[in-house]
């Protein structure tokens, strides 16, 4: 098995070597600062940080080290030369998997914060022996931790691609469409309802692209690429401000290397520029 919940005692009296802690403390998590650096703090047991956790998450291995994930309370303040930082910010800081361990940790973190208790009868819950879900001793219902999928798609019209700009971003970005899965749905189902829901087009040719975690707060992205085939644009004002088709070559100020939206653009982009040369 390859990661499991167990009681600190259990996790500590097998530590003897440093080990990765991802710890968290609402959103954010802790970090050691090294000059301009930011690094997972490593380390034999948390009481080198005053830290007495009473759930400790056993999350697999990397880079030959044991990684653990715990919670701390509000009122836990970070060490002299520590401090919380919120994922999105640690990107630029952390190693793919590094940061990709730090994802699992969060959504692992917050859904054991969140599942103490039966959704079903409300009695206590008790951790799984062989696997990372919850049962209630009560009633019996199992809770695993929850992951909600949502689609991502990228729209191609001939050479120009369809960009949003969407009512929740906070800044003047476009980006591919997204939304999440409904109950009853297929991914390409959702991929055409969300496109015409949102932006008013019909779409075909859907092809599977790639997929994400994104722990903000437990989504799995699932990304597709597909072919315009009618309509016009006639954004829905609830949740897009703005959408039009652009070419690889005119783009708008479009989202960070973190998110796999970014990654679906820049596909294009080098597409693009293949097929330019090879007409050249
Ligand atoms: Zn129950």
Redesign the pocket.
């Known amino acids: 098995m390859e990661s499991k919940t167990a009681t600190p005692k259990e996790i500590l009296q097998n530590v003897n070597t440093p080990s990765y802690w991802f710890i968290f403390k609402g959103n954010k998590m802790l970090v050691r600062e090294v000059g301009h650096e930011l690094m997972v703090p490593m380390i034999s047991d948390p009481k080198e940080l005053n830290i007495k956790p009473t759930r400790v998450h056993s999350l697999g291995i990397l880079h030959g080290r044991q990684c653990y994930g715990i919670d701390v309370s509000e009122s836990f303040s970070a060490p002299v030369g520590f401090s919380f930082q919120g994922l999105w910010f640690l990107y630029d800081y952390l190693d793919d998997e590094l940061f990709n361990m730090a994802i699992k940790a969060k959504q692992v973190v917050i859904w054991d914060r969140t599942s103490a208790f039966?959704g079903?009868?409300?009695?206590k819950t008790k951790d799984r022996e062989r696997e990372r879900a919850k049962e209630?001793p009560?009633?019996g219902?199992i809770m695993f931790p929850r992951i909600s999928p949502a689609i991502i798609v990228l729209v191609e019209k001939e050479d120009k691609i369809l960009l949003a700009r969407a009512v929740r971003f906070k800044e003047n970005i476009y980006s591919v469409l997204a939304g999440f899965v409904e109950p009853g749905e297929t991914l390409e189902e959702a991929v055409e309802r969300e496109v015409e829901e949102e932006v008013g087009i019909k779409v075909k040719n859907i092809e599977y692209f790639g997929s994400q975690p994104w722990p903000f707060p437990d989504s799995l992205m699932i990304a597709f690429v597909a072919k315009y085939k009618s309509g016009k644009i006639n954004i829905n004002k609830d949740e897009i401000v703005d959408a039009k088709w652009f070419s690889h070559d005119k783009l708008p100020n479009i989202p960070g290397n973190i998110s796999i939206a970014r990654k679906m653009i820049d596909w294009f982009i080098e597409k693009q520029n293949r097929n330019r040369k090879i007409n050249k």
Request: glycine share 12%; charged share 10%.
């Open positions: 039966c079903r009868c409300g009695a209630c009560h009633c219902f």
